[in-house]
């Protein structure tokens, strides 16, 4: 049986279109599938952050060598924001574990020895969170902020004594009126 050019070219218009159809239902297919897979992390993350409550710095910085979205770098610029970007997601043991890391290479800076002590704190690790921020105010006395994380957390532990010295130290050190305002805040707020 022969097919003429109409036939031939009814086939190929047809099957251009089955084609368009299958596509446009398998990407969004897949485009549901991908966005269900990112809050399926996210939910899992939130799960196994109990789980982290017992694993020490070095064990940290081991789990973010292997939880990091790409090749693990040595580029500290590119670990600072891997860890601001999984603090800001709360995914707090992987910022832990890149905090971790970017203390070794600059073990003076108050301001990370800040953002572990306070992700410490919000892994549940508080005593911990708390020998972290002491070791950076030691290390960076006009540090501000460092003050008021010290305040926040020893006043979310009850040390009404240790809260009232480090907000206090939160006023009258550094210049930023945002933190001083928080600092009064929380100063008077305390029992």
Do not use: C
């Amino acid at each position: 049986m022969k097919r003429d050019a109409k036939f031939w070219y009814s086939m190929v218009v047809f099957q251009l279109l089955f084609g368009l159809v299958v596509f446009a239902f398998t990407r969004e297919y897949y485009r549901q599938e991908a966005g269900g897979v990112s809050s399926r992390s996210s939910m899992v993350q939130q799960r196994n952050s109990d789980w982290s409550v017992g694993i020490g710095g070095s064990e940290f910085a081991w789990l973010g060598s292997q939880t990091s979205n790409s090749v693990p770098t040595e580029d500290p610029v590119e670990i600072s924001r891997r860890a601001d970007e999984y603090f800001a997601n709360r995914q707090y043991g992987q910022a832990a574990a890149m905090y971790e890391r970017l203390l070794a290479f600059n073990p003076d800076d108050g301001e990370i020895h800040n953002n572990l002590g306070l992700t410490l704190h919000y892994l549940g690790r508080s005593t911990e969170a708390l020998d972290r921020l002491e070791e950076g105010a030691a290390v960076d006395p006009q540090n501000q902020r460092i003050w008021l994380t010290l305040g926040y957390v020893n006043s979310a532990l009850g040390n009404t004594g240790q809260a009232r010295e480090a907000l206090t130290n939160a006023i009258q050190t550094g210049s930023d009126e945002s933190i001083r305002q928080s600092a009064k805040k929380m100063l008077e707020a305390l029992p």
